[in-house]
């Protein structure tokens, strides 16, 4: 039927979404790091800048949002793909050898 273009349609959208997954956490990874090296204290002796805290950790937080909204998308998008492309066989269900 249609399922498999379907399918393949989804595999290549998580094709295609496994790179920006990987930009987006070390663009996270990245904004995580500066807000340790300016806000912990054991990281940072000198004086730490509250309202440079603030803004750090604003960004971080938005940055793992979209990080979080990627990653979900490409591993839904796998497994509807995986669900649509492998056969489910003829009857559907098929139980296993010792419960027929």
């Not at 498999?4 to 920006?20: E, K, Q, V």
């Not at 912990?40 to 909204?69: F, H, M, V, W």
């Not at 793909?81 to 066989?89: H, K, T």
Request: charged share 20%; proline share 6%; hydrophobic share 45%.
């Amino acid at each position: 039927m249609m399922d498999w273009r379907h399918g393949f349609a989804l595999m290549i959208i998580t094709i295609l979404l496994f790179p920006a997954m990987i930009q987006t956490m070390e663009i996270w990874d990245e904004a995580e790091r500066e807000h340790d090296r300016n806000c912990n204290p054991l990281l940072n002796q000198g004086g730490i800048n509250l309202q440079l805290c603030e803004e750090l950790e604003a960004d971080s937080s938005a940055k793992l949002a979209r990080y979080t909204l990627v990653a979900f998308s490409f591993i839904i998008c796998g497994v509807s793909g995986l669900v649509l492309l492998l056969p489910a066989g003829e009857d559907g269900y098929v139980p296993p050898p010792g419960l027929r």
